[in-house]
C-alpha cells in the first residue's frame, strides 16, 4: 500500500489551453535537433561533421569530460547543420530525416536476465543514457556512480502539463521492461511518485517498485519535492531521476534493440484554437508538431511548461526534455496605470488585483510582460509560501549571490534545481531572476566540490 | 492615453545616454513607469510573473492607511470643537482636520520624494517605490500640532541616514518612518510631547476645563499620583478614535480596517500582527494580577491596544517587510517581543509614554539575530538527518 504525502504548499497557475486528450500523429519533421544547451554543465564535442550520414541511434556528440555519454540521433539522415553560438558555442546539431528511418542496432533482452554493466552499456551506446538526470545538481547521470535510489515522478504538475496516465495508457509493458533495467541500476529501490486523486491504472499496476502518492498544487508533481519528502539529499548522497516517457523509451530500447525516440507533446497555450496531444520524435521541428498556424510574430514558443521551458523560434526544434509545447502572448506593451487598476481579468497569488472575486475555477490569459522593474529584496514570506520544502528560500538564495559555498550546502543547494524553485520567481514581487541566481550557485558548486 | 504614450516616446532620447537631458533619467524614467507599466518582456527564466510589483504592493498599504488617515483627520476637527467649545457639522469637523493634515502630507512627500530622486539620479538606478508608504506614514505618526520644518528636517534625516546611505529601498535596517519619528521626539523634546501638541486649536482659545493630554500620558500619570484617570474617554472613544494622539493613530477600528486589507492581500504578516497583540497580552495580564501601582493593576491589559500607537504600530510598523524579522518562524518571535517591550516600556518607564516607537527599532535592531537563530536550527535540522 502506498501512503498519501499531503502538501499544502504550492501554486496552481489557472492557464488558459489545457490539452483536450486527443491523440493526433504530427506531420513526419523535415529536421530534428539535439542541442547541447539542453543539458547545463555540457561541454560537447562533436562526433560527426556537417554532410554525415546517421541512423537513429548513432552519435552526434559526446560529454567531454565522460566521454561514453553519447548523444545520439533519433533519426536516419544527413547532419545538415552544426549551429554555434557566442565563443562557437555548439547550439544546435540538426539532422535532415530520411523518409523512411534506418536504426542503428542494440541489443535486445530481458533486463531481468542482464547485469548491470550490460544495461549501462547499452543506454550509454545507444544515446538513452542522458535521459538519466543526477540529484543533486540536476545534471546528466555520471556512468561511474550507483545511485542511492532511483525515483519517478508519475505526474507533472506545472501549468497546463502533459497528463501521463494518458499519454503512456497503451505503455505498461514497455514502462515495465523500462523500470526493471532501472532497478538493475541501483542497490536502492525504483520510487514512483503517484497523484493522490488519480486512478493510476497504469502506474499504480507497475512491480517491483516503491509507490508513494502525493497531493497538493504544483511542484507537487516535481520530483525533487518528492525526493525531499521520501529521503531528502544529503551531502554525498546521488539520486538519479527520469521521466516516465523516458522510462518507456528504455522499455522499447530492451523489447526492440533500437533508439525510438518516440515522444507525446502535449500543445498547449490560450492563443492555440484547438490545444491537444501529438505524437512525434525528440528533437522534432516545432512548425511539424504544431497542428495549425499560429502568430508567431505577437506569440512566444516555448519548448516546456512557462515556469521553467525554452523559448524557441516557429523553425527551430523541441528540448531534449520537454513533453509539452506553450504558446504565450507575447507581452511587449505598455499598459497606462496598469498597477493601480483593480486588475479583475489579473490572476495573482497574493490578493492585490481583485482577480479573486471571481469563480475558483476560472482560467486565465497570460503574457510575457514582466509586470514591472527588478527591485531589491523587499516582501518577505512570499516564496516560502510556493515551496513545499523544509528549505529557506531567500536565505539560500542570498548566500548564493554572495558567494558562501558552506551556507549554500548548509541551506540545503543540493536538494533543488530551477524547476523546485520556480514558483518563487513566478510570485516574486521584486522580479528577481531566481532560477538564473540558482544555476549560478550550482555552477559553482560543481566546479568547487566536483 | 495613445497621444500620451507617443509624446512620452517622442521625449525619451533626450534622457538617454548623450541626450541633453540625460541628467534626469532616473526622475524621466520614474514618472514614465508610474504612468505605464514597461514593455518589458521575461527574458531568462519563468516566462509569466505574477502581476504584482511592488508599486502594487506598496499602493495597497497606502489603501490599508486611509481610513485611519480619514478618521485622524475627523478626529482632529472633533478635537479642536471639544477643546475650543464650538459645535460644527460633520464636514466642517473633517474639513478642518483634512486641512491641517494636507500640508503635512505634502510637505513630508515633497521632501522625501526629492531626496529620492536625486540619489536615485547620483546612483544611476531607477527610482524605487518604498516612499511612497514611508511618506504617509510620517505625518501619520507625528502629533498635529509638528511644525512642518520639523517634518521636513526628520523625512530628509530618516530617507538619507536611515535608507540612502544603507543603498535604498529593501536595505534598511530599521523602519525609516519610525526613525523620522524617534528623530524628532529626541531632538526636540517639547515639540513632540506634553499636552499642547495633540490638540489643534487654529488660533482659538480652549476652554477652560480643556486638557490636550493623552490617554497614555494620563495612564502614565498614575504611578505618581497613585489613581488611575484616563481623562473623560471611555473605551469606546479610544476604539473609534476619538481621543488626542498622534494624526493617523488614533481610531483602532480604522486601523483594524487597515488590517484586514494588509491580510487580506497577503501584504503585511498577519504573524507579526497576532504575535505583538499575544505578547502584549502576556506582560499585560501578568501586570493586571501581580502589578505594584495603579497603572499596572486598574487598567486591564486590553486598554494598551486601543490608546496610543499600538495598534497602529502593531500592523504597519511592525510589519514593514524589509526591517522585520524575515523568517517565517522569526516572525513569532519578533512580534511577541515587540508586544512585551512596548507594555514595558509603557509602564515601567514614565519618561516615554509611548513604548511602541521604542519597542519596534529595538526589535528591528534584533531582527536578524532573530533570524539568524532560525537559520541556524534549518542548519543543525539538515545536520542531523545527514547524520542519521
Known sequence: ?450 | MKALRNWIDKQKPQFEKGGKLHMFKSVFGGFETFLFVPNHTTKIGSHVRDYTDLKRTMSMVVLALIPALLVGMYNIGYQHNLAVGATASFMETFFYGFLRVLPAIIVSYGVGLGVEFVTAQLKGHEIHEGFLVSGLLIPMVMPVNTPLWMIAVSVAFSVVFCKEVFGGTGMNIWNPALVARAFLFFAYPSQMSGESVWVSLGGEKAIDAFSGATPLAKAAEAVTTGTLDLGNFSPMDAFLGFIPGSIGETSTLAILIGAVILIWTGIGSWKIMVSTVLGASFVGILMNLFGSNPYMTDMPFWYHFIIGGFAFGAVFMATDPVSAAQTEKGKWYYGFIIGVLAVIIRVMNPAYPEGMMLAILLMNTFAPLIDHGVVSGNIKRRLKRAKA
Open chain 1, 1 to 450: 500500500m502506498s501512503n498519501v504525502i499531503k502538501l499544502k504548499k504550492g501554486l496552481n497557475i489557472p492557464l488558459q489551453g489545457e490539452a483536450e486528450k486527443t491523440m493526433k500523429k504530427a506531420s513526419p519533421s523535415q529536421t530534428y535537433a539535439i542541442k547541447p544547451t539542453d543539458f547545463p554543465g555540457l561541454t560537447p564535442k562533436l562526433s560527426v561533421k556537417e554532410g554525415a550520414t546517421v541512423k537513429a541511434g548513432s552519435p552526434l556528440f559526446y560529454d567531454k569530460s565522460n566521454p561514453e555519454v553519447k548523444f545520439t540521433s533519433p533519426v536516419s539522415g544527413e547532419v545538415v547543420a552544426v549551429v554555434r553560438g557566442e565563443r562557437r558555442r555548439i547550439l544546435e546539431v540538426v539532422v535532415k530525416a530520411d523518409n523512411e528511418i534506418v536504426y542503428e542496432e542494440f541489443q535486445k533482452g530481458s533486463p531481468s536476465s542482464l547485469k548491470r554493466e550490460e544495461i549501462k552499456e547499452s543506454l550509454l551506446t545507444s544515446g538513452l543514457w542522458p535521459m538519466l538526470k543526477m540529484r543533486p545538481y540536476g545534471i546528466v547521470a555520471r556512468p561511474a556512480d550507483t545511485p542511492k535510489d532511483i525515483f519517478i515522478s508519475c505526474f507533472d504538475s506545472a501549468p497546463l502539463a502533459s497528463d501521463y496516465e494518458f499519454v503512456l495508457a497503451e505503455e505498461q509493458k514497455h514502462f515495465q521492461v523500462g523500470i526493471d533495467a532501472l532497478s538493475k541500476l541501483t542497490d536502492g529501490s525504483v520510487h514512483l511518485g503517484l497523484p493522490a486523486d488519480s486512478s493510476n491504472k497504469m502506474f499504480g499496476a507497475i512491480q517491483g517498485v516503491k509507490t508513494t502518492k502525493f497531493s497538493g498544487p504544483h511542484p507537487a508533481g516535481n520530483v525533487g519535492v518528492q525526493i525531499a519528502h521520501i529521503s531528502p539529499i544529503n551531502k554525498g548522497d546521488i539520486y538519479w531521476t527520469i521521466a516516465p516517457q523516458d522510462v518507456v523509451n528504455i522499455g522499447r530500447l530492451f523489447e526492440k534493440g533500437i533508439y525510438d525516440a518516440k515522444r507525446v507533446i502535449a500543445l498547449t497555450g490560450s492563443p492555440l484554437k484547438s490545444p491537444e496531444y501529438v505524437e512525434t520524435l525528440i528533437g522534432a521541428n516545432i512548425s511539424s508538431v504544431m497542428q495549425e498556424s499560429i502568430d508567431a510574430e505577437n506569440n512566444r514558443i516555448i519548448s516546456g511548461d512557462v515556469l521553467t521551458g525554452t523559448q524557441v523560434e516557429i523553425d527551430g526544434h523541441m528540448s531534449f526534455y520537454s513533453n509539452q509545447v506553450t504558446i504565450l502572448p507575447e507581452g511587449n506593451y505598455y499598459e497606462m496605470f496598469g498597477w493601480a487598476l483593480p486588475g479583475l481579468g489579473k490572476f495573482s497569488p497574493s490578493r492585490t488585483f481583485f482577480s479573486w472575486l471571481g469563480s475558483k475555477a476560472r482560467k486565465f490569459t497570460m503574457d510575457t510582460n514582466f509586470h514591472g522593474e527588478e527591485r531589491a529584496f523587499v516582501v518577505t514570506g512570499e516564496y516560502e509560501k510556493v515551496l513545499p520544502m523544509d528549505i529557506l528560500p531567500v536565505q539560500l538564495f542570498k548566500s548564493i549571490l554572495v558567494n558562501d559555498i558552506d551556507k549554500m550546502e548548509q541551506l540545503g543547494i543540493y536538494e533543488v534545481i530551477e524547476e523546485d524553485i520556480a514558483l518563487c520567481e513566478y510570485v516574486c514581487t521584486s522580479k528577481i531572476d531566481i532560477q538564473k541566481i540558482l544555476r549560478d550557485g550550482i555552477n559553482t558548486m560543481i566546479k568547487e566540490l566536483g
